[in-house]
């Protein structure tokens, strides 16, 4: 079993509708939880962070963490043809945010 | 723009030869993290450094090796290279500290034939 689970995919979604991606951690000590956006053969882009249990909101991005069930998400709204991409979820810990363990992503296509 | 930036680019070895990638981290981040991408897969962590010391180290064998220099540049160096080492290759560049981020240059692609 991987250490960082995220859903199979491919996910496709029509512009427009929500996208829900999702991500699973084995590691209870996990502290830090982040979602970077990968476009086809081009590096990582750290879009959002969460430490605590609960929503964080930025623009249209909703990151979800739920430290109990070891389940963090990301909900793209509003999603626009420019968020295809692979996400990539990475699980760490508080101090040291170059240190972590990344699952395998989800790749996102949205359609016009 | 991350401020992180990688070099070269792309790079295409033999097998059994051994090759230098550079990283020049973010200013103002003292700690530069070394990944291995295969494609279709989520980065793997190879090494970390952190003032100019080895500050943890990935499921990688010791042909991998690294440095950081006084002014938190890096170099990854891989030995006697093999067919399963052609990934891109990511530098991230972070600080060792409560709730900071990593950002990532823009990759090494290395193809080893």
């Known amino acids: 079993q991987k250490e960082v689970e995220q859903n199979s995919g491919p996910l496709s979604v029509p512009e427009g509708a929500i996208a829900s991606l999702n991500c699973t951690y084995s590691d209870r000590g996990s502290q830090s939880f982040f979602w970077y956006r990968q476009y086809s053969g081009k590096s990582p882009e750290l879009i959002m962070f969460?430490?605590?249990?609960g929503d964080k909101e930025d623009g249209r991005f909703t990151a979800q963490l739920n430290k109990a069930s070891q389940y963090v998400s990301l909900l793209i709204r509003d999603s626009q043809p420019s968020d295809s991409a692979t996400y990539l979820c990475a699980v760490g810990g508080l101090t040291n945010a170059g240190k972590s363990t990344f699952g395998d992503g989800t790749t996102l296509t949205v359609k016009p | 723009e991350t401020g992180v930036t990688q070099s070269p680019t792309h790079l295409i070895k033999t097998r059994g030869q051994q090759v230098t990638l550079r990283c020049s981290s973010q200013?103002?981040?003292?700690?530069v993290s070394w990944y291995q991408q295969a494609l279709g897969q989520g980065p793997q962590f190879i090494f970390q450094y952190y003032r100019e010391e080895e500050n943890g180290r990935g499921n990688f064998p010791p042909r991998f090796s690294g440095l950081q220099f006084p002014n938190y540049s890096s170099e990854l160096n891989v030995n006697a290279l093999e067919l399963d080492d052609s990934a891109l290759y990511l530098c991230a560049s972070s600080l060792v500290g409560w709730g900071t981020e990593a950002f990532f240059g823009q990759g090494t692609r290395l193809t080893v034939v």
């Open positions: 969460i430490y605590s249990n």
């Open positions: 200013s103002g981040h003292n700690t």
